[in-house]
């Protein structure tokens, strides 16, 4: 059977039925939380469905917002410019532990980002995943379906403590910030090409079955764009290590999956909506984030980043990508 034909087969395997591959029941090799940590186990759409206590009204409300969360690329060409979906990063419906939860969101927001240093919204946070992840602009706050993926977030939150940071099984981190060893780009590529190419393909392009997209793709103008947290090689690696391969959590090594962390994010992607017209200076402007990122270094002898390229989006910045001050 040649590749294409395996992956055309995954892929139909995939359609018909998700939860066989994106969901084990019984994960394999994922880290143990620290003992204080809060765990939260969210709810899921049959605990909405039986809760009399939810007026109908929001319970549409909420489904609604699950539907944008579960299938983003209905809003292909409005609110995103690239294939993937919500779910393509925050993996079991934005519910699973390990796979970045989204409900913590609801529950320690307002709070100070340093990624654009100032205090943050629920609506901004999700307003910076439609920016960058998506490599579009997101619903207007305020508006109808920014209601919805709020609600969508504070009720995965029910139960949970307000300002409670000590989170198990939050976020992609847990490997820490700085890379073990030296990353080294034809070893990523060995581990990629072993563990990742049979469902990204081999130029990290991603796969789609009957128009739906099926396995996202990891660089090119069809992944996040260069802003994207996504793009910092510890974030890729902590959601590698503890969701990738797909099915097989925590079947690579801390080693492998930085290594493969590294050579995904070492390729080409739309540009970083906050780009000043250079990327060294861009770099430098955005330091404390770049500084986990390949972007305006030298890869292979190509300056990454050094492009005007925005993928299939029409424009560079979202408006909503604004400074605020209480000054």
Known sequence: MTLKQTLSLLAGLIVASPVALAEPEVPVNL???????????APTVE???????????LKKVILKGRDMFMNTQQFRGKYVFNDLNCKSC???????????????????????????????SLEERIAGCFSFSMNGKPPAYGSDDML?????HQWLAKGAPVY???????GFSHLGREAPEKLDFERGKAVYQENC?????ENGQGQRKDGEVVFPPLWGDGSYNWG?????????????????PLGKPGSLSDEEAWQVANFINSHERPQDPRYTGDVKETREKYMNFHKYTNYGTVVN?????????????????PDVLRPRTFE
């Open 90 to 120: 925050h993996l079991g419906e934005g519910r699973m532990n390990w796979s970045a939860p989204i409900w913590p969101a609801a529950t320690t927001l307002p709070d100070y980002r340093g990624k654009n240093h100032h205090v943050n």
């Open 148 to 152: 919805a993926m709020v609600a969508y």
């Open 164 to 170: 409670e940071k000590n989170i198990g099984g939050r």
């Open 301 to 317: 002898g190509t300056l990454l980043g050094d492009h005007d390229n925005t993928g299939t989006k029409p424009f560079l910045k």
């Open 47 to 57: 605990d909405l469905k039986n809760d009399d206590s939810i007026n109908p009204e």
């Open 197 to 201: 190419a049979i469902c990204h393909g």
């Open 228 to 244: 994207a947290g996504m793009t910092r090689v510890f974030t890729a690696a902590s959601f590698i290590k503890n969701n990738m």
């Open 31 to 41: 880290p143990k939380f620290k003992e204080g940590q809060y765990v939260h186990h």
